[in-house]
């Protein structure tokens, strides 16, 4: 089969397109024919090598968490699933033909494969990150970095439970935020007079990694109730770093109930073939996506 790999850390040019072994389903896991795989900005931090430290990967090693794709092979006790069924799910080095799928779910009806391989990976951080600031319905939430995969469903989770969110984002993404239900702000300079005219802050999500720990830190007056998924650098400022992924089973069926009573969509605003993995993940490096962006194989 062919799989993306790389066989030292680096910049999207150690990303190689090989022919490589078929991965098979150990007990407790599936295998899938991978129609399309998400990409996230964790897969070009891995590449990268940021998480050697915390979490050390042996290489030569494949990229990709997310994917949707056929069932083809279940692995002993594994049970509510079979060969032939469509799921979208979490696993390792996606980008491929097959993968090894080790959480699950049916693809909620009317998605495509593609627009189902965007979600897994993006809910489960999108509900940890809320449940773990502590924002409660009625109160006013920041998202810096609002229009991406994740803070698209930051935004539309957050308002199902009643909760209102500021959004900052490209002055070409303010009409997209909007239709997501966010009061939408720019980035740039000004941007925290700009937040503050629009009311009080409870509690802030930095999603971009883009130099603002301090500033939300001063826009929710308690570092508590921050929370970065892309700065390593927030615990300086007494921010938590959210790096560790809870239940993906339990996320992902609750994607499918939101999916499924029309209160989540995340548009793919590109898609790429294997081929193309390097250009998907200078792309993702490069920010400013309106949604998610995918690997169809």
Known sequence: ???????????????????????????????????????????????????????????PAGVGLDASGVVDEVGAGVEGVKVGDH?????????????????????PEGLTFEEAAGYPSVVETALRVIDQVGVRPGQTLLVSGASGGVGSAVLQIARDRGITVIGTAGAANQD????????????????????????????????????????????????????????????????????????????????????SRGKLHIPVEKSYTLAEAAAAHTDSQAGHARGRRVIVV
């Open 176 to 259: 997209y935020l909007r239709g997501l239900g966010a009061v939408p702000t720019t980035y740039g300079e000004g941007w925290v007079e700009r937040v503050r005219r629009l009311g009080r802050v409870d509690a802030a999500l930095d999603l971009a990694g883009s130099g603002v720990i301090r500033e939300l830190v001063e826009l929710t007056g308690d570092p508590q109730k921050v929370i970065s998924i892309a700065d390593l650098g927030a615990p300086e400022f007494g921010v938590r770093f959210s790096g560790v992924a809870g239940s993906v089973p339990d996320a992902l069926a609750e994607a499918a109930d939101l999916i």
């Open 1 to 59: 089969m062919r799989k993306v790999s790389f066989a030292v850390f680096g910049g999207p040019d150690v990303l190689r397109l090989v022919d490589a072994e078929e991965p098979h389903a150990g007990p407790g896991k599936i295998r899938v024919a991978v129609r399309a795989a998400g990409v996230n900005p964790v897969d070009w931090r891995i590449r990268e090598g940021q998480f050697q430290k915390a979490r050390p990967i042996e290489l």
């Open 87 to 107: 799921v979208f799910g979490e696993g390792s080095s996606t980008y491929a033909e097959f993968a090894v799928l080790s959480a699950w779910a049916p693809m």
